[in-house]
């Protein structure tokens, strides 16, 4: 008996290790041996890329690196593939990206004199996918269960503030308004993306991130879901009476590839007809054999290096750690091309209206970096910079970093950490490392930057403490002239530069890599998050 | 025996209830609760009390601890954070899809390693043996990703004889053929991966087999080769064997794990990782239970085997 209870734990002790084991090679994605899919240029591969061709209809398939699931839903779904899905079933009233607004079920918005009521006129020709007319109920009830506490909504602080709430009210079968609790100039960009859910459909749902409606869901969007191969793939078919016009692709195919090499070769051979890649992975394949054209474009991320002001608090000698960096040179090694990616200047993506280049460049002057290091009085500085271990763009940064401050006589100590326990860390103001990296995609308006910055905001791990910085955001938040709140975010821009704590390192675009028999992809628009804006405008040869 | 066997199955399961509380409190103990993945920073603390209480993760440690084991003994395996789904609900189908493709990869695997780890271990250290042995070393140490996306490269991209990822073609889920070709790559991976450990494992039992006394015995009366491995040797190698079916279990949820992710086979491997990269924590604790629960059922199992195939075991038990 003894015999078997020892055999048994060694067992559960074996079985513990095993199951170690894969956790820690599931943490990070299977770092395979690329060389495989690297060579894969001489292959001239001619055949039409995506013709499935069952019964002459035209299917478009994009892969996509996450499954979706079944409970797509627009109060609670919030993440990327989620979101990409209800871009092709449902509606918002409107998109608001960097170009503007763009209009769907909305036609246009009045905005009354105190800036505090939005009247949005709807489209009276949308039908939903099973032929109930749509109407301003239906956007009353979706703005309300977005509201709703109890429901969790994605939106919800969007709509509701400390100040109160959005009040939501129809006004005739095609007109709705939204009055907001205060000004804020930001509001149009709030009530942006939220997409429409039918009411005839919802009416009785308690529960909405699960439930029996999700999975046969109803829509105003180009396309119809058909059917969910949970972990293999989405497909929808097209809405013949979509109120922008019929799409000209009959199938629309998210294709689920976890694995980036195999997402890459499955491009490379055809088998779909878009992805998204990196640089770098761009860079290894042979586009011309495979027929394919790549379309960078710009999400409004910037990638930057901040400063832990808590544990530099000098400011001269922040200014000599940024005077001694080339940000083209750091930009050019960790993403290959500079048509991958825009240079910001400020915290502002450059593709903002309120971006400015009218501030402190740093631009790298090691002259300028040693009088500033003498003037702070530091001698042999080392400082610590954190990076996440398996994030390649920050890894080359953090290298380039390291070899330019080494010019300037400042030593660095590179520290390579796992991505989730950086971002738990850099929350602490007592962190260990003096310099990190960070990146983000805020929304369209300015106000939204403010959660980097202000003292005890959120996303603030630098734990900058300026004052001024405060005032300056709260004015900016509450003017509604354009003009001068583009001054007050040209001024913030500026004082932010020169208090030197956040380094703009590159604002990299996001590469869609499409198969050459798709077009209209410029028609379609290319926008963060939802890739497609309008995918109805997409055609194929 | 009767007795042995209840016996058994009575140690097993303190041994499960030990492995649900390491798998709990390794994940309480994790830098990041499933709290953080709901909240975002934005939120009240009243709108955070709220989520918490709404999934429980206000209650005290064993209270949370009772309510997820009452959970799955129920069949309730809670919710992803991530996508809102039912667990339960996801494996039924992608532990079907692994299995699909997990045990007809295994029982090649393992009908191979015993030919070709007798083969082996009957002519030691001749040339049938040095190429058997040699080539499992090799294969042990090749890692199935990277075989796998040699075979991609050269049997879906080079020659384009094979589609590369999933498991069916888009609206042709009732095709046999179309399934079979999916199926022939990560097949061809997974047999390849279970094979060199096995052929190692009967050719060391046969080799260790073939010096015993009783060999030199039957030898000496004059029995042939034949007779002898026939008879006698594979009796002996095939007992340990069997057992190393039972320890297999767990490979039907967690044995595919990296060569579904290459291929995109919707298996348990996909969801699986993709839980642990978006810290799904209520996936990653019931695929850890799930599985650790199979490895003691599996060794219960060979055990139970061993007993009824071996006289000594049982009269020992």
Redesign the interface.
Known sequence: MKKFFMKSTAFLLASVVVLGGLTACGGKDPVADTTAANDSSASGSNDGAGQTAAGGESTFTYAIAGDPGANVNVITTSDRFGLMTIKMIYSPLYMYNADGINYFLAKSIDTSDDKLTYTMHLRDDVKWSDGEKFTADDVVFTFEAMADEKNAGWAYSQLVFPEGAVKIEKIDDYTVSLTMPFVNSAAIEMFSQIFIMPKHIYENVENFENNDVNTKPVGTGPYVMAEYSPGSYVKFTKNENYFLGAPSIDNFVYRIIENENTAMTAIQSGEVNAWIGTPAQVAQMNLEAANLTVYPYQEGRVGYMMINANRIKDENFRKAIFYALDKKAIADAALLDPQYYDLPWSFMPPNSQYFTEDVEKYEQNLDKSKEFLAASGVTNPELTLAYNASDSLQSTSAIMIQEQLQKAGIKVNLTGVDATALSQQMKQADNPYDMYFGGYIMGIDPDTFSSLFESGAPYNYMHYDYPEMNDLFAQGRKETDDAKRKEIYTTIQQKLQDTACFYPLYSNKRLLVVSKNVSGIEESKLVPVYTFEDTSKLQMK | MAKYIV??IL??IP?VL??TI?CFALMHFA??NAIDA?T?????PE?IE??KA?YGYDKPLFIQYLRWLNGILNGNFG??I?????IAG?LA??IP?TIKLVLPAYATAYILAIILGLLAGSHKNKAADKVIDGISSIAIAV?S??FS??L??IL???L?LL?????????K?ASMADFLRHFIMPFITLTFTFLPANVKFVRSSTVTQFSEDYVLVQRAFGASRGEIMFKHVCKNVLLPIITRLGMAL?LLV?GA??TE???????VG?????A????DYPI?MII?VL??TL??LG?LLS?ILYCITDPRIREMG
């Open positions: 016996r058994r140690t097993a041994m030990l492995i390491l830098p990041y709901m975002t920073p934005k939120m009240s709108t709220l989520i709404k919710y992803s991530v996508t809102k789904q039912s996801d189908v992608r899809n890692p990703f990277w996306m040699l991609i490269f879906g991209y080079k384009k589609p590369i990822v999933g498991m069916h073609s888009v609206g889920e767990q967690t794990i990296i992710t290459v291929f995109g086979w919707p298996g996909p969801y699986f990782i993709k642990i990269q978006g810290m990653v850890l599985s650790s490895v003691i060794n055990d």
